[in-house]
């Protein structure tokens, strides 16, 4: 059971957590595919892309590698890709037509609902991994000012230094343990873990946790929030 009464500040990730980007999975496999589209192809291709991104922040997480907005690493990924599915399409073409799709997602139906309830009595944030490019539309949408994206501190969540969620606890003044961050994956985990802040890791298709690194609770809805 969540109690929110502790804490200060309630911070939210994007993509797959307020939003389902997965809505927009086919509009953006058919603009790649094109004629050539075939759902059980196409799928295996959007599988295989989000191994590549996996392994690649792995990567970055485990090593002192430069910083690379997402946008750059997807289109890395599509160099490889595109020969393999024969698809002909500039790979970086193909990002940024990824990236400005992210906007179209749809919201989960308990989203906005949640998010307007809890700014009556909390500070709200959003901490993403994303790019500017992929995030704006919706920003607009839920009406949060403050945002912390990897773009803009050249950081990702999981950063050993917390950048990110340190940014949001000195910004509202507030001690680490009365910051609640809520997402879908181990980078939100580990971020908050990282600084000390508590972590809740929303489990809306029924998975198994099997990372070492554990959240603080585990939900299925937002709604459970404020139940």
């Not at 599915?85 to 906005?112: G, Q, V």
């Not at 181990?186 to 099997?210: E, Q, T």
Request: net charge negative; charged share 25%; hydrophobic share 35%.
């Amino acid at each position: 059971m969540i109690s929110l009464q502790r804490y200060k500040l309630i911070s939210f990730d994007m993509f797959q957590t307020l939003v389902d980007l997965t809505s927009q999975k086919t509009n953006i496999l058919k603009k790649f595919f094109n004629d050539a589209y075939n759902v059980e192809i196409a799928n295996q291709f959007w599988s295989d892309a989000d191994e590549f991104v996996y392994h690649y922040f792995h990567r970055i997480a485990t090593n002192d590698q430069p910083f690379r907005t997402v946008t750059e690493i997807f289109t890395e990924g599509y160099v490889f890709l595109f020969k393999k599915y024969h698809i002909d399409i500039e790979p970086r073409k193909a990002a940024d037509f990824l990236a400005w799709s992210h906007n179209n997602s749809t919201l989960y139906p308990d989203s906005l609902e949640i998010i307007n309830e809890i700014k009556k009595t909390k500070n709200v944030c959003i901490i993403s991994d994303t790019d500017t490019i992929m995030i704006n539309s919706l920003l607009k949408t839920f009406g949060i000012n403050n945002v912390y994206l990897s773009e803009d501190y050249k950081k990702y969540k999981f950063d050993k230094s917390g950048t990110l969620f340190k940014t949001a606890v000195k910004d509202f003044n507030i001690h680490p343990k009365e910051m609640l961050h809520i997402g879908d994956g181990i980078n939100d985990v580990l971020g908050a873990n990282h600084i000390g802040a508590d972590s809740v890791w929303i489990n809306r298709n029924n998975k198994i946790w099997k990372e070492e690194e554990k959240p603080t609770y585990e939900i299925r809805s937002l709604r459970e929030l404020i139940e």
